[in-house]
């Protein structure tokens, strides 16, 4: 363990065996803080603790936690206790999508989103963030997207998850404005990941996609500033500007067009 170790509190990153998790461990781990890194594929688990030892001397603990099971916060807060070590940043970013006709989906899906997306975080949340309060430091990221800015049909539930954690996570950020802590809603848009594999939907998006490199360094920066909601680059910006103006039910059927499943026309 190094020096920096010693000075920097735990930080919590879910999700963190690929995609944007991955590159959320290895930015903290730059930034030297020991890191909980948790997810259910243990060998990608260890290939991300394996890469981040090659370069960083800090402390890297893997779990495997499915966090889409009832009594899974709990079951985090426990491992985070066991290390011993305050926690200084808590990295909600575990999720999935889900694309189709809703009334098609399988039940034990959407109850796994909902669970993971919503449950768990909110747990969490409600689980680790008095310490943060009482110590007067500390920061909670909720990864969201820019789907929940928007109703988008057939990814209906996943876009109501993203929305209801932006709504949250803002709440909450001014609820703890003067406690020392700050809660991030960090909304990245179409990321270059294994998600759309997941969701079985890779968008046409005229606005183009992200790398999750992108996504963390905006989201990092952001938590620098204290900054309670992030978007990435232009593209970013824009959705979060323009789509509040223009009118609701065009623009869901718009939406609703485009993402249609093609099979249906
Ligand atoms: N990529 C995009 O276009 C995009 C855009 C906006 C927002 N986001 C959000 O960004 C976050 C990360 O997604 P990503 O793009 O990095 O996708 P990804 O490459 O598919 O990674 C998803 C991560 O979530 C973990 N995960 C999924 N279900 C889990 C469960 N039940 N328990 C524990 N861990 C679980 C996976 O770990 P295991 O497989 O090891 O369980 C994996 O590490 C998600 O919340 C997603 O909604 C993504």
């Not at 690929?18 to 730059?30: F, K, P």
């Not at 963030?129 to 909670?140: D, F, H, K, Q």
């Not at 949250?168 to 294994?194: D, K, M, Y």
């Not at 999750?212 to 992030?230: C, F, M, N, P, Y």
């Amino acid at each position: 363990m190094s020096s920096q170790d010693q000075h920097k509190g735990l930080a919590i990153v879910t999700g963190a065996s690929r995609g944007i998790g991955a590159e959320y461990a290895q930015r903290l781990a730059s930034r030297g803080y020991p890191l909980l890194l948790v997810g259910r594929d243990k060998t990608r688990l260890q290939q991300v603790s394996e890469h981040i030892s090659r370069d960083h001397h800090v402390k890297v603990i893997i779990e495997c936690l499915d966090l889409s099971i009832v009594g899974a916060a709990h079951q985090l807060f426990a491992l985070a206790q066991k290390s011993k070590t305050p926690v200084d940043i808590l990295i909600n970013n575990a999720g999935f999508g889900m694309y189709g006709t809703f009334s098609d989906m399988p039940m034990t899906r959407i109850r796994e989103m909902l669970q993971l997306h919503i449950t768990t975080v909110v747990e969490s949340t409600r689980l680790f963030l008095p310490t943060m309060i009482e110590r007067r430091s500390g920061a909670i990221i909720n990864v969201a997207s820019v789907a929940g800015f928007l109703p988008i049909p057939y990814m209906a539930e996943y876009a109501a998850t993203k929305a209801f954690l932006i709504s949250f996570s803002e709440a909450l950020a001014e609820e703890v404005r003067e406690s020392g802590v700050t809660i991030q809603t960090c909304c990245p848009g179409s990321t270059e990941t294994n998600f759309h594999n997941t969701a079985g939907y890779r968008p046409t998006n005229p606005l183009g996609s992200q790398t999750a490199q992108e996504v963390v360094q905006a989201s990092l920066t952001g938590l620098d500033k204290h900054r309670s909601r992030i978007t990435v680059g232009w593209q970013g910006w824009l959705s979060d500007r323009f789509l509040r103006f223009l009118p609701r039910t065009l623009l869901i059927q718009m939406v609703g067009k485009q993402v249609k499943p093609r099979t249906r026309d």
